[in-house]
């Protein structure tokens, strides 16, 4: 049986190296997720996912974790986020869930509600967005498949280094969700109601169309929205 809670996540950024949000994440999955009718995870559930050959075993126990989720009953699905773009039918088969489309509209619960990472949002920042662009391609995503497991890893850990050393040079403005991008995001959609992460601050965003929900990343505690036919709330796990 389940309830009619939608739960939405994102930003969890599992990683081997990490074991307190991994063991978090199983709990939460075992005490919290569990019953509720759909569980969406808005992108980088993983710190970085190769290709659907990719067999870091924690990320394995995480996919089987939400595959026994979902034969109970909860529907659960992955629109994939900047860390994990290179999810397949692999990924989706081992944890039993869908892709979503980046972005996704849903009816939840009579409210047209507009899924997305949130990392399109952040049009102020120009030099993300054009490599954004590059590693989207189909060409660059094709050469990069190709190589050797240990190459892509060593590849994305000098993608990541490269990235947080961009980071320091650029403001939080500049990091941040445009509204007026998400305004024109949503208005294409027609909807009234926006939920992302990506930017790893929890925080409701008052617009003229309706609501925009960003759920936070996962350190020591998670972060989750919680949606039922009576709205929907922010909540703090751990
Ligand atoms: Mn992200």
Redesign the pocket.
């Given at each position: 049986m389940t309830n009619d809670e939608a739960l939405f996540v994102?930003?969890l950024h599992l990683d081997p190296g990490r074991p307190a949000p991994l063991a978090l994440f199983h709990r939460f999955l075992a005490e919290r997720a569990a019953g509720a009718e759909a569980l969406y995870i808005l992108?980088?559930l993983f710190e970085v996912w190769l290709g659907d050959d990719d067999d870091t075993p924690a990320y394995h126990t995480a996919l089987a974790g939400l595959r026994r989720l979902a034969e109970s009953g909860t529907e659960v699905a992955l629109l994939p986020?900047?860390?994990d773009f290179l999810a397949g039918p692999g990924l989706a088969e081992a944890g039993g869930l869908t892709l979503l489309e980046e972005p996704t509209l849903i009816d939840l619960h009579g409210t047209p509600t507009l899924l997305t990472?949130?990392?399109l949002l952040c049009t102020d920042d120009h030099k993300y967005q054009a490599f954004r662009k590059l590693c989207r391609s189909p060409q660059w995503t094709a050469d990069f498949l190709a190589k050797p497991l240990s190459e892509r890893r060593a590849m994305a850990a000098g993608l990541r280094e490269k990235s947080r050393e961009e980071t320091y040079g650029k403001s939080r403005e500049e990091m941040d969700v445009n509204p007026q991008a998400a305004a024109e995001m949503v208005e294409r959609y027609g909807a009234r109601r926006m939920i992302h992460?990506?930017?790893?601050r929890q925080g409701i965003h008052p617009a003229p169309w309706g609501e925009r929900y960003v759920v936070a990343d996962w350190q020591e505690r998670g972060s989750l929205l919680a949606c039922t036919a009576d709205g929907c709330r922010l909540e703090r796990y751990g």
């Open positions: 994102a930003d992108g980088d986020g900047n860390r990472h949130g990392d992460g990506h930017i790893h």
